[in-house]
């Protein structure tokens, strides 16, 4: 079984599926056609051309202006890749490496790159072994695309840079001798093909989106447990209240949060309160306005998943060969510090709600814990989400709104799409370890508010979750007890749980 490779996805869910299938790639009979009648155009145009092509016959960036031998096309190719791996810092997960080759792939399969076919089945024989090149955080301003990154993933099919592969970090050469493969032999443009395009912030984007979409649908589930078990009034979910101000994702939370607690013991209950505070009552439009951002991010990485972002591109019906800027990064450095701002908000209301269940208030304990004074309970873990937090609303600072010139001037606006796209990541990562806290913290205080239950469904989620983590009579060690909860939020989705 194989998946064939195209240069269309119907949507992100396709492209997740193909991706995680595991299954190796390949390229339908018609792809192959459109990728060698593209090249033979550009290789054509290249021998009557009397003017210089950017990239294929001239230098890069500020140096356009000098023109390079037609014998040294090849050399200015493999120059061009050596010169450009400048990363810093950590490398990107191996993962994350290998999205952004399956990216890449998909995006030469276009037909309007210029690659050679020979180039297109080297990427899909090193991609099909498991492998991914190391890859490096730093160094990518957004803008002639991701250049340090995509030159870091391409030196391994020249047998030069690192790999992973069997759980080993090798060099490249060692790879290709262990693997049986070839090393590549780049041509004229491909090079440039190949460092030109933001596949590095997107698949930093796609995963860091995948996350914030699970998350946010099990945060729903843990703020309605947090909340019920707070005894809170459920009057803010009346449906009139959200059709008075149809924001998409306020009714979508109001509705789902009371689909969750309807057949609740506890929420049926008498209330004694008017009302509750902001960070119960305000819970559909606060995550409402997240989730509609987050749908927001999702279209605009569909656009970019199916787009071309390489440069110069290929159109061979228009008899053209012609230079752009489809490499700037600004649509995804914009949306990803939406997306990252629209994930603080969820971290940060959760931890409000987990403040109040740790106040004595509503016959709960002070801390959630038994002979307080003694025990600490639950007082420091909160102390860590406001760490959490306070470091997202620093993350949350746009990254998209800097610029620094570069390449003596010619490249004198950038994105920095791909820090927008790091920061998003950590500040996903900073959201999932305050909604593991709510979640124990939840689960701590619906235990002392026994024999009533919950919901049916939230109720299957408290089960669950107590087969992982037990409820704490004095004060334990809790980073084993967080780092359960945050493993339990990343292997479930809490709505196939019910």
Same mark, same amino acid.
């Given at each position: 079984?194989?998946?064939?490779?195209?240069?269309?996805?119907?949507?992100?869910?396709?492209?997740?599926?193909?991706?995680?299938?595991?299954?190796?790639?390949?390229?339908?009979?018609?792809?192959?056609?459109?990728?060698?009648?593209?090249?033979?155009?550009?290789?054509?145009?290249?021998?009557?051309?009397?003017?210089?092509?950017?990239?294929?016959?001239?230098?890069?960036?500020?140096?356009c202006k000098e023109k390079i031998d037609d014998r040294d096309l090849d050399t200015l190719q493999?120059?061009?890749?050596? =010169?450009?791996?400048?990363?810093?810092?950590?490398?990107?997960?191996?993962?994350?490496?290998?999205?952004?080759?399956?990216?890449?792939?998909?995006?030469?399969?276009?037909?309007?790159?210029?690659?050679?076919?020979?180039?297109?089945?080297?990427?899909?024989?090193?991609?099909?072994?498991?492998?991914?090149? @190391?890859?490096?955080?730093?160094?990518?301003?957004?803008?002639?695309?991701?250049?340090?990154?995509?030159?870091?993933?391409?030196?391994?099919?020249?047998?030069?840079?690192?790999?992973?592969?069997?759980?080993?970090?090798?060099?490249?050469?060692?790879?290709?001798?262990?693997?049986?493969?070839?090393?590549?032999?780049?041509?004229?443009?491909?090079?440039?093909?190949?460092?030109?395009?933001?596949?590095?912030?997107?698949?930093?984007?796609?995963?860091?989106?995948?996350?914030?979409?699970?998350?946010?649908?099990?945060?729903?589930?843990?703020?309605?447990?947090?909340?019920?078990?707070?005894?809170?009034?459920?009057?803010?979910?009346?449906?009139?209240?959200?059709?008075?101000?149809?924001?998409?994702?306020?009714?979508?939370?109001?509705?789902?949060?009371?689909?969750?607690?309807?057949?609740?013991?506890?929420?049926?209950?008498?209330?004694?309160?008017?009302?509750?505070?902001?960070?119960?009552?305000?819970?559909?439009?606060?995550?409402?306005?997240?989730?509609?951002?987050?749908?927001?991010?999702?279209?605009?990485?569909?656009?970019?998943?199916?787009?071309?972002?390489? /440069?110069?591109?290929?159109?061979?019906?228009?008899?053209?060969?012609?230079?752009?800027?489809?490499?700037?990064?600004?649509p995804l450095a914009l949306a990803l510090d939406f997306l990252g701002i629209a994930v603080a908000?969820?971290?940060?209301?959760?931890?409000?709600?987990?403040?109040?269940?740790?106040?004595?208030?509503?016959?709960?304990?002070?801390?959630?814990?038994?002979?307080?004074?003694?025990?600490?309970?639950?007082?420091?873990?909160?102390?860590?989400?406001?760490?959490?937090?306070?470091?997202?609303?620093?993350?949350?600072?746009?990254?998209? @709104?800097? =610029?620094?010139?570069?390449? /003596?001037?010619?490249?004198?606006?950038?994105?920095?799409?791909? /820090?927008?796209?790091?920061?998003?990541?950590?500040?996903v990562e900073n959201c999932e370890g305050v909604c593991a806290i709510l979640l124990l913290a939840?689960?701590?205080?619906?235990?002392?508010?026994?024999?009533?239950?919950?919901?049916?469904?939230?109720?299957?989620?408290?089960?669950?979750?107590?087969?992982?983590?037990?409820?704490?009579?004095?004060?334990?060690?809790?980073?084993?007890?967080?780092?359960?909860?945050?493993?339990?939020?990343?292997?479930?989705?809490?709505?196939?749980?019910?």
């Amino acid at each position: 079984m194989h998946i064939e490779i195209d240069h269309y996805f119907q949507s992100l869910e396709d492209c997740k599926h193909s991706f995680f299938s595991s299954k190796p790639l390949t390229l339908k009979p018609e792809t192959r056609g459109q990728i060698a009648e593209s090249r033979r155009f550009l290789e054509e145009k290249m021998k009557t051309s009397v003017r210089p092509v950017y990239g294929i016959n001239t230098g890069f960036g500020d140096l356009c202006k000098e023109k390079i031998d037609d014998r040294d096309l090849d050399t200015l190719q493999l120059n061009l890749v050596r =010169s450009h791996a400048c990363g810093f810092g950590a490398p990107t997960a191996p993962e994350l490496s290998r999205l952004m080759m399956f990216l890449k792939i998909k995006s030469l399969t276009s037909g309007i790159s210029g690659v050679t076919e020979d180039l297109v089945d080297h990427l899909l024989a090193f991609y099909n072994t498991g492998a991914a090149a @190391v890859v490096f955080e730093q160094g990518s301003l957004g803008a002639s695309g991701d250049l340090v990154p995509l030159a870091h993933m391409t030196l391994p099919l020249l047998g030069e840079g690192e790999v992973w592969w069997q759980g080993e970090r090798i060099s490249g050469q060692a790879f290709l001798q262990k693997s049986g493969l070839k090393p590549l032999r780049l041509k004229a443009k491909e090079g440039l093909a190949m460092l030109n395009g933001t596949q590095f912030m997107l698949a930093l984007g796609l995963d860091a989106l995948w996350r914030a979409q699970q998350l946010f649908e099990n945060n729903l589930w843990v703020c309605s447990l947090a909340a019920d078990a707070f005894d809170s009034r459920f009057d803010f979910l009346h449906p009139a209240i959200h059709a008075c101000r149809p924001h998409p994702g306020q009714m979508k939370v109001a509705d789902r949060m009371a689909a969750l607690i309807e057949d609740s013991e506890l929420a049926a209950r008498e209330k004694t309160r008017v009302q509750d505070p902001y960070s119960v009552r305000c819970l559909p439009q606060v995550l409402g306005a997240s989730l509609d951002s987050m749908d927001h991010v999702a279209r605009v990485l569909e656009i970019e998943l199916n787009a071309v972002t390489d /440069n110069p591109l290929v159109f061979q019906e228009e008899d053209l060969v012609v230079s752009g800027g489809n490499f700037h990064g600004q649509p995804l450095a914009l949306a990803l510090d939406f997306l990252g701002i629209a994930v603080a908000e969820v971290a940060n209301i959760s931890e409000r709600l987990l403040f109040k269940l740790l106040g004595g208030e509503r016959e709960l304990p002070v801390y959630l814990i038994e002979n307080a004074g003694l025990n600490s309970g639950f007082m420091i873990p909160q102390y860590t989400a406001a760490s959490l937090v306070s470091q997202n609303k620093q993350l949350a600072t746009p990254a998209s @709104v800097d =610029s620094i010139v570069s390449s /003596n001037g010619q490249e004198d606006h950038v994105s920095m799409g791909a /820090n927008a796209a790091l920061k998003c990541l950590r500040i996903v990562e900073n959201c999932e370890g305050v909604c593991a806290i709510l979640l124990l913290a939840a689960c701590q205080a619906m235990d002392f508010r026994r024999p009533l239950k919950t919901g049916s469904k939230l109720e299957v989620l408290f089960q669950s979750f107590r087969q992982k983590v037990s409820f704490r009579k004095s004060d334990a060690f809790f980073k084993d007890d967080i780092d359960k909860s945050v493993e339990f939020l990343r292997q479930n989705f809490f709505s196939d749980l019910a």
